[in-house]
C-alpha cells in the first residue's frame, strides 16, 4: 500500500512538474481561437497589472496612453465584470501617481544638485556600496550612498546622495563601506523630446552625482547579509569565467550568467541586427533551466525520502523551496527588469503548485506585472522588462495556434514548427520595443534563431551554470569552460553571419506613441473577436498605423517653416535645420571629451529617426574639435548624406581620430565636399531659405586656431534671419565684421564657443542685435560656459538668453514673417 502511495506521488510529481513547465502555455490555444466563455485577457491580475503600467506611461503620454485605455474599454466593456474594470482603474491610478511622484521628486532634487554643485570636483569621505558591480570595460559600475563627503571646491556631498561611481577593484559588495577619493560631477542627461527615456531612466537610477574612484580602502565589508553573500560569488564566478573561458568568450559569458552587458561593440551590433540579443539577456529561459530544474532535481531527491514523502506532498514541498530560489538567482543574475519580471511568473507559478492548484500561464503572466509594477514605479519604461513581457505575451497568445498551423508542413519539416512558431510568436510582440533599439529587423533573424536558439539553450546555458559550481574539480571546471566557449563562439559566428546579410534587413520607424496605443488596442481587438473577424480587424490597424506614419512624417518634416533645432548634446554642438521645403541640414554632431557617451548614438541617431530623417542633405562641420565632430562621425555613415561641407582645417593641421574616420566615411561614400572658397561670398538657395556662409572666407587662416576657423553661417528666410557660430571667438568674429559690415543683424543667435569670455565681443552683439541667444554647454564642463561676463552683456542689451545645460533641446522657427522660439524645459 505504501509502495502504491509512493508511486501515486510519482506520478503526480511527473505531471506537476510537466504543467510547471508549460505554464507559458496553459489555456492560449483556446484564448486564441475564441472557444471560451470569458476570454482570457480579463483575467484579473492580468488587467490590473497591464492597467497600472499603462498608469506609468501616462505620464510620459498621457493623451495616447488615454486614447488606448478607451479603445481597450470601449471594447471589454460588454464582456468584463464590473469589479474587473474597477480593479483596473484603481491601478491605473496607482500608477499614475506613483510613477508621476516619483520623476517628480527625481526632478526637483535633481535640480537642487545642479544649482549647488558646480562642475566636476574632487572629494573625499565615506560611502556605502548600494548596488551589485557591473563590469564595463575596465572598470566596475556600482551604485554608492554617500555618508560624510567633502569636496575641494569647499562644499561637499549632501548624506544620502546616490551616486554612480566605476571603480577598478572587482571585491566590492553590497553594504561594504568606503573611505574613497574620486572624482565627482552632476549626471548629465540629454534632455529632447526624442530622448525623454533619458530623464527616466536616470529617475530609475537616482544617481545624482558620478565620476570615478581615485582611491579607496574598504572600512567594514557587509556582514552577512544574503546580498552581500551574492555579490562575492559573482565576483567569484566573474574570476572563475575570466580564468577558465576563451578570452573572445568570456564577455559573452559574463552577460550569460550575471547580466553584465559590456560586449565589443561590433558583438552587441551583431547581435542586434541578426535578432539573437535574446540568447545573451539574463531572462525566463535562465529561471526555467536554473530554478525550475533544480526544483524537479530537489523534488526527485525528496521522493527518495520515503517517510518524508509518505507524509508530505514533496511536490509542492520543492516548489516552495523553489520559491525564494528564484529570487536568489535573480540577484545572482544581475537583478535586471527581464528576470525580476521572470522571477515573479515562476513564483506565482511555483506558488500555484506549492498551494495544491494547477499553474496558469495566464495568470502567472498578469502577477508578475502587477508585482513589477508595484515593485517598481517606473517598470513601465524598463525597456528589458518590456522585452521579457512581449516575449512571454507572444508565446502565450500566439506560440501555439501558430504551430498547429505549421503541422501541415512536410514531414522532415515539422521538428522545426514549434522553434519557428516560438520565434515568430516572441518576435513579433517584441517588435515594439526592438523598433526603438535600432533602424532595421533583419528577415534573417528567423533562420538565425533556428540555428543558434538550440546551442545556446541545450549547450550554452546549461555549461555556464554548471560551470558555477565546478571549480573544486578544476580539470571538469576547464573542460566544461572550453564547451560553454566554443558554443557561444559559435553563436557569436551566427550573429556576425546573420548581421551580414543587410539585403534582408526590413527598414523599420521607431514608432510614435500614438502607433503604440494604435497597435495596443489593435491587437486586444483581436485577441477577444472571432477567428473570421481577425482579418478585418488587422487591415484597419494596418490602415492605422500607416495614417499616423504619414502624419509623423508631415508633423516632423514641416513644409514653409525654417526651423532650427539646438539639440542637447552637453558640452558641444549639434544643430538640425529643417528647411522650407523639407530638406534638412545637419550642423555638427557633438561630443565629449575623455568620455565613452556617444552624443551621436545617444541624441542624433535617435532625432533622426524620430523625424523620419533617413537623408540629411547638407551636413556641416565648423571645425574638427572632438565636441563637435564626434557625433557626425557616428550618426551620419549610416544614412544618405547629400553635401560635406568642411573648412579642410582637420586636414591641413591636423585633427583627432573622430575627423579622419569621418572624411573616410563620406569619401568611401561618394559624398561631394564643399569647402569655404565654393561656397564663400554669394547667397546659397537651400530649400527655400538663403544662406550665407560668412567665414572662413576665402579660406581657412592656418595661423588662428580652430575655433577662429569655424564655418558661421547666415540663414535667411524672408524677413527673418539665424546666425549660427560654430566655436568662432573674437578673431573671427572681428574678420566677419571687417567684411560684412551691417549686413550682420540677426533675429537668432547661436552663441560663439559655449558663451566664453572669448566669444561675443561688444562690437559683435551690437551688429547682430539678436533678440534670442543660445548657448550650448554642459552641466559637467569644466570651463566656466557660459561666462558670467558674457550673460551680463546679453542682458544688458535686452537679449533673450536660452542655455541647453537649463532648458535642454531648444527650437527657433519662422514662417517668414515671424519667428517663434521654445525649449524643453522652460523656466
Not at 550568467?257 to 560586449?263: A, I, N, Q, R, T
Not at 586636414?651 to 565636399?673: E, F, I, W
Not at 569655424?710 to 578673431?731: F, H, I, K, N, P
Request: glycine share 10%.
Amino acid at each position: 500500500m505504501e509502495r502504491e502511495g509512493l508511486a501515486h506521488r510519482h506520478r503526480s510529481a511527473a505531471r506537476h512538474a510537466r504543467d510547471l513547465r508549460r505554464t507559458c502555455g496553459i489555456a492560449a490555444r483556446r484564448a486564441w481561437r475564441g472557444d471560451c466563455s470569458r476570454p482570457r485577457v480579463l483575467d484579473s491580475f492580468l488587467v490590473a497589472g497591464v492597467c497600472l503600467l499603462s498608469g506609468q506611461l501616462a505620464c510620459q503620454d498621457p493623451f495616447p496612453v488615454a486614447a488606448a485605455l478607451i479603445a481597450a474599454l470601449g471594447l471589454l466593456r460588454t464582456r468584463a465584470k464590473p469589479t474587473v474594470l474597477a480593479l483596473g482603474a484603481i491601478a491605473l491610478a496607482i500608477g499614475i501617481l506613483r510613477a508621476s511622484s516619483a520623476i517628480r521628486a527625481d526632478d526637483d532634487l535633481r535640480e537642487q544638485i545642479r544649482a549647488s554643485f558646480g562642475p566636476p570636483v574632487r572629494c573625499a569621505g565615506v560611502a556605502q556600496v548600494a548596488s551589485s558591480p557591473m563590469h564595463m570595460g575596465d572598470r566596475y559600475s556600482l551604485l554608492a550612498n554617500a555618508e560624510a563627503m567633502q569636496c575641494e571646491a569647499g562644499g561637499g556631498v549632501a548624506p544620502g546622495t546616490l551616486m554612480r561611481l566605476y571603480a577598478e577593484r572587482d571585491d566590492l559588495a553590497r553594504g561594504d563601506r568606503l573611505d574613497l577619493v574620486a572624482s565627482l560631477g552632476v549626471v548629465e542627461i540629454f534632455r529632447n523630446p526624442e530622448t525623454r527615456s533619458a530623464r527616466v531612466a536616470a529617475a530609475k537610477s537616482g544617481a545624482m552625482l558620478s565620476g570615478g574612484i581615485l582611491d579607496a580602502d574598504v572600512i567594514s565589508r557587509g556582514g552577512w547579509s544574503p546580498r552581500a553573500w551574492i555579490d562575492r560569488l559573482r565576483t567569484l564566478a566573474r574570476r572563475r569565467i575570466a580564468r577558465t573561458y576563451v578570452a573572445e568568450a568570456e564577455p559573452l559569458a559574463r552577460a550569460l550568467v550575471l547580466g553584465e552587458s559590456d560586449l565589443p561593440d561590433d558583438d552587441a551590433e551583431a547581435f542586434r541586427v541578426s535578432g539573437l540579443s535574446h540568447l545573451l539577456a539574463v531572462s525566463g529561459t535562465h529561471i526555467v533551466v536554473a530554478v525550475l530544474g533544480l526544483v524537479r532535481v530537489l523534488e526527485r531527491v525528496l521522493l527518495r525520502l520515503e517517510r518524508l514523502a509518505a507524509a508530505v506532498d514533496v511536490g509542492r514541498l520543492a516548489a516552495s523551496l523553489g520559491i525564494p530560489l528564484a529570487w536568489l538567482y535573480a540577484e545572482f543574475a544581475g537583478g535586471g527588469g527581464s528576470v525580476r519580471r521572470a522571477a515573479w511568473m515562476t513564483t506565482a507559478a511555483l506558488a500555484a503548485r506549492a498551494l495544491a492548484r494547477r499553474p496558469d500561464g495566464v495568470r502567472a503572466f498578469g502577477v508578475s506585472l502587477l508585482a513589477g509594477g508595484l515593485s517598481d514605479p517606473l517598470a513601465g519604461f524598463d525597456l528589458s522588462f518590456g522585452l521579457s513581457a512581449g516575449a512571454t505575451a507572444g508565446l502565450l497568445v500566439l506560440s501555439r495556434p501558430l504551430q498547429q498551423r505549421l503541422e501541415s508542413l512536410p514531414k522532415a519539416l515539422r521538428v522545426v514548427a514549434g522553434p519557428i512558431a516560438a520565434t515568430i510568436s516572441a518576435t513579433l510582440f517584441c517588435t515594439p520595443w526592438l523598433a526603438g533599439l535600432g533602424p532595421s529587423i533583419s528577415l534573417v533573424g528567423l533562420a538565425a534563431n533556428l540555428v543558434a536558439v538550440p546551442i545556446g539553450e541545450a549547450i550554452s546555458l546549461p555549461a555556464c551554470l554548471a560551470h558555477l559550481v565546478l571549480s573544486p574539480v578544476p580539470a571538469l571546471e576547464r573542460g566544461v569552460a572550453l564547451l560553454g566557449s566554443g558554443s557561444l563562439l559559435a553563436v557569436r559566428a551566427i550573429a556576425r553571419l546573420g548581421a551580414r546579410a543587410s539585403f534582408l534587413a526590413l527598414p523599420i520607424p521607431r514608432p510614435t506613441s500614438w502607433q503604440l496605443a494604435a497597435l495596443a488596442a489593435g491587437v486586444l481587438a483581436m485577441a477577444i473577436r472571432r477567428p473570421r473577424d481577425r482579418s478585418l480587424t488587422a487591415l484597419c490597424l494596418a490602415a492605422a498605423l500607416i495614417l499616423l506614419e504619414i502624419l509623423q512624417v508631415f508633423a516632423s518634416q514641416p513644409r514653409g517653416l525654417l526651423r532650427i533645432t539646438v539639440l542637447d548634446v552637453g558640452q558641444g554642438d549639434s544643430i538640425l535645420v529643417d528647411l522650407p521645403d523639407g530638406r534638412a541640414m545637419l550642423v555638427d554632431g557633438g561630443g565629449i571629451p575623455s568620455s565613452p557617451v556617444d552624443p551621436g548614438v545617444r541624441v542624433v541617431t535617435p532625432v533622426l529617426r524620430d523625424r523620419r530623417r533617413s537623408t540629411i542633405d547638407i551636413a556641416v562641420l565648423t571645425h574638427p574639435h572632438p565636441d563637435h565632430v564626434t557625433g557626425l562621425a557616428s550618426a551620419l555613415p549610416p544614412i544618405r548624406v547629400g553635401a560635406w561641407w568642411d573648412t579642410g582645417y582637420g586636414s591641413a593641421v591636423g585633427a583627432p581620430p573622430a575627423y579622419s574616420s569621418l572624411a573616410r566615411a563620406m569619401h568611401d561614400a561618394g559624398v561631394p565636399t564643399r569647402s569655404p572658397a565654393e561656397l564663400c561670398g554669394r547667397p546659397l538657395a537651400l530649400g527655400g531659405a538663403v544662406v550665407r556662409v560668412l567665414a572662413p572666407c576665402p579660406g581657412i587662416e592656418p595661423m588662428s586656431s580652430a575655433n577662429d576657423n569655424s564655418y558661421v553661417l547666415r540663414l535667411e528666410y524672408g524677413a527673418t534671419s539665424a546666425m549660427l557660430m560654430g566655436d568662432a571667438e573674437a578673431q573671427e568674429e572681428a574678420r566677419i565684421l571687417r567684411a560684412a559690415g551691417t549686413e550682420l543683424r540677426a533675429d537668432f543667435l547661436k552663441v560663439g564657443h559655449h558663451g566664453s569670455r572669448t566669444s561675443s565681443s561688444a562690437a559683435w552683439l551690437e551688429a547682430v542685435r539678436p533678440r534670442v541667444a543660445v548657448m550650448t554647454s554642459g552641466v559637467r564642463n569644466r570651463y566656466g560656459h557660459p561666462a558670467p561676463e558674457t550673460l551680463r552683456a546679453m542682458e544688458a542689451r535686452g537679449i533673450r538668453v536660452l542655455r541647453s545645460d537649463r532648458n535642454g533641446a531648444i527650437v527657433w522657427e519662422s514662417d517668414g514673417a515671424r519667428a517663434r522660439v521654445s525649449a524643453w524645459v522652460s523656466r
